[in-house]
Each structure stands twice: as structure tokens, then as C-alpha cells.
């Protein structure tokens, strides 16, 4: 046994004794234990020691010590279970038992003050306390998640660069069962309820999202999957329960997951237990779709690998549509459509802009333009200029060429 003692000595309680009797387990109160061999005097469990440190012989030796030395240690919990001998009070994640006591008096669902021996000792509160203060989950909560139609009414699909083939793709797997959903099961197809998109960040997967939405005229719930884990964290399901039905209540809409990868991980023996719910609730959820429910679920995300493979059966996301990074041809077009709503003077190098930009995403060729007001503003003009343009691709590309550097071994992103 080792242990640092600054003082005289240092209490410890007595867990175990072996069954001849010579050795004795003990508990520091920092946690540590310990045990003395080959003793010689009676002890029982629960006795309270006082261990000294001889320096000279470098021996450890001990002494019983008053109960009353050793307080016993209480802890916060909820009561879930009160019987007439034990209660059962959950405390940081594990279930203990305690004997049941008539003062103070509590049900289940309190929140309580107690002790292994002691049992309860004072009632906190009449409700059970969250580690976290969370708010209740209710319509003005789902209200946060509701995009407006003032943020979408003028988004159309021309103000989508390149990318042709996706977005008729994806109009054909979202639009159309949007606005055509009773001639589809006339029809006697499947329901399509689920489509990921997949893709590297900015490459236009909320956008396209958001114009669909617009174009359809559905409703559309925007989900960024670590915000719905950081801040509702224990309600999460909840509020995924919420959404779907409150979208279902509606004529046309699309709930749509970003980052879905961030709360819809595979399940494993390590995963966290909040992560296996949330997953469990949204499938769930997506199964229990009628067929008439006018409601689609898009989910995004840059590592669809990590998804958990449940997520992927038919009835769910079975439908996919990949998001690659731009060609020249769309890169082009992509600076020509997001330069329309823009002040731009004379003729502007979007060829040659385009042929020196392999691997941007979309985001990436949109910047372009905020550094290229920027240098406008700058010389006192109000229009951008050709110099203006190629200025803007010229900071663009050194902060892309930064942070290649600063990531391990310069990889890609």
C-alpha cells in the first residue's frame, strides 16, 4: 500500500475482510484504497481507521477511530422507486439503494438529499432536477426550427449554379411527391419518405433543400444536428417527436436533418446512450409515416459512412443523391448565378476564373464575390469591376491554400 500522508495521519474505512481474518480492505477518502496484512486485531466492515506512517521504520500502522470521524458522504438524486423497507434514488447515472425512512416524507419523482446508510435526509424539490436546466419542449420550441417563407420566397432553382443532373434528381425524389403524392399511391408506389444528401461541405445541399421547399411551397423544418444534441440534450427525442408532428399536421413539408452523421451515428457498445435513443426515436418516427403523410425528410452529410447502416433500409433514407465538387462548365455557371443579384461593371473573366478554380465547392466561388465588394467598397465604387473579381479570387484562394497548410500533413478537407 502507498499513499502520501502530509499530516499526522489519514482516515480510511474498512470495505472487505478476508475470510481468515488477516487481511483488511480499506477506502481512503479521495477514493484510493488499500489493505493491511497479517492482522491481529478484530474489525468488522465499516470501521473507521486512522492510518499513521512511521518515517524512521518506513512502517504503516493503524488505530480504530470514532465513527463519528468518518461522516457519512450524501448525494443528490430522484427517487424512482419507494417501498416500505428500501427505496431505489437514481444519483449520477446509476441506481442505489437505501433504507426508507418516514421523516422527511417524499414520494417517487422528488428530488431528494441522501445517504447509503442514512436514506433520505432532506427533500430538494417535488420534481425531479435535470443536470441540465432545459426548457419544456412545446410549440414555441418548434417554432425556432420553422424557416420562414420571407427567408425562401425568392429562392428559385436559377439561383442554383451547375450541377444539372442533382438538382433534376432531386426534384424528381422531392418535388414530385410533394405535389403529386395522391397519383403516386393511385398509382400504388411506395411512399418516398427519406433522401439523403450526400457531399463535401458547400457544395449546396441546405440550398438546393430551401429551394425545394420554396418551389413546392412546403413547409420546412431546418435541423442542425449538434445544435438539437447540445442544447436539448436529454430532450432530444422529444423534439425530434415534436417536429414530425407537427410537419405532419401540414399539407406539404420537408423536415431536413443537417449534419445528420452528428446524432444518427452508428450504434456500437461505445456509443453514448443518448446517441442510441435519438437514433431508435427517428427511426420510429420514419416507419410510422401513413402513407397519405405529405412529408419528406432530407438528410445531409459530408461523412455518410458514419451513418448508422438501420438509417439506410428501405421505407428510410434508401434514397440517395451525391453532391460532387463543381466542374469547370458548373463552376461557371455558378459564378455567373450568384453574380445576378449583384452591381457588376462590364464584361468579367468568369472563364478564366472558372479554368483556375479546380476543387472549389460552391461556397468556396461565392466568397468570391463578398471579397470582391469588399475591394470595391474599398476604392469608393459601387459596382464591382474586373479587378475587383479577380482580387476576390485572388484572397479566396490564399485563405484556401492557409488552410490546407495548417491541417496535418496539408490534406484535403
Known amino acids: 500500500m502507498t499513499y502520501d500522508l502530509e499530516g499526522a495521519g489519514v482516515l480510511a474505512k474498512v470495505t ?57 458522504a450524501l448525494w443528490v438524486g430522484i427517487v424512482r422507486l419507494k417501498l416500505q423497507d428500501i427505496s431505489v434514488i437514481e444519483s449520477g447515472g446509476r441506481l442505489r439503494k437505501v433504507p426508507t425512512v418516514t421523516v422527511p416524507c417524499y414520494e417517487n419523482g422528488y428530488t431528494v438529499l441522501a445517504g447509503d446508510a442514512q436514506g433520505v ?11 441540465f436546466d432545459l426548457p419544456e419542449v412545446d410549440d414555441s420550441v418548434i417554432d425556432r426550427f420553422l424557416l420562414s417563407s420571407e427567408d ?60 425545394i421547399a420554396a418551389q413546392s411551397k412546403a413547409i420546412f423544418f431546418e435541423i442542425s444536428g449538434p445544435e438539437v444534441f447540445s442544447k436539448w440534450y436529454g430532450q432530444s427525442e422529444e423534439l425530434i417527436r415534436m417536429l414530425f408532428e407537427a410537419a405532419a399536421k401540414e399539407e406539404k413539408a420537408i423536415i431536413f436533418f443537417d449534419e445528420i452523421d452528428s446524432v444518427a451515428a452508428q450504434r456500437g457498445d461505445e456509443s453514448h446512450e443518448a ?28 461523412r ?4 448508422d447502416a438501420a438509417l439506410r433500409r428501405p421505407g428510410r433514407f434508401d434514397w440517395e443523391i451525391e453532391f460532387p465538387y463543381p466542374d469547370e462548365c458548373d463552376r461557371k455557371d455558378i459564378l455567373v448565378k450568384t453574380a445576378r443579384r449583384l452591381k457588376t461593371k462590364g464584361p468579367l473573366p468568369y472563364d478564366i476564373i472558372a479554368a483556375h478554380s479546380d476543387g472549389w465547392s460552391a461556397a468556396e466561388l461565392t466568397q468570391i464575390w463578398s471579397e470582391a465588394a469588399l475591394l470595391a467598397v474599398s476604392d469608393n465604387r ?3 469591376y474586373e479587378e475587383d473579381f479577380v482580387g476576390g479570387f485572388e484572397r479566396v484562394s490564399r485563405y484556401r491554400e492557409q488552410a490546407r497548410a495548417s491541417r496535418p500533413n496539408g490534406g484535403d478537407r
Open 382 to 384: 459601387r459596382q464591382i
Open 152 to 211: 425562401t420566397e425568392d429562392l428559385g432553382f436559377e439561383d442554383f449554379g451547375g450541377l444539372s443532373t442533382v438538382v433534376a434528381r432531386a426534384r424528381e425524389l422531392i418535388e414530385i411527391p410533394l405535389n403529386e403524392g395522391k397519383a403516386l399511391l393511385e398509382i400504388g408506389a411506395r411512399p418516398i419518405k427519406g433522401v439523403l444528401f450526400t457531399g463535401g461541405p458547400g457544395t449546396g445541399k441546405t440550398l438546393l433543400a430551401r429551394i
Open 16 to 72: 472487505a475482510i478476508s475470510d481468515d481474518g488477516y487481511s483488511v480492505y480499506f477506502d481512503f477518502r479521495n477514493g484510493n484504497t488499500g489493505y493491511f496484512d497479517d492482522v491481529d486485531q478484530e474489525l468488522s466492515v465499516g470501521d473507521v481507521l486512522l492510518i499513521t506512517h512511521d518515517k524512521e521504520n518506513n512502517r504503516y500502522d493503524f488505530e480504530e477511530a470514532p465513527s463519528s470521524a468518518w461522516p457519512e
Open 121 to 131: 435526509t432532506k427533500v430538494l424539490s417535488e420534481r425531479p432536477i435535470k443536470y
Open 304 to 307: 455518410p459512412q458514419d451513418l
Open 275 to 302: 446517441s442510441k435513443r435519438v437514433v431508435a426515436q427517428l427511426l420510429t418516427l420514419m416507419d410510422g409515416f401513413k402513407p397519405d403523410t405529405n412529408v419528406v425528410v432530407i438528410a445531409a452529410t459530408n
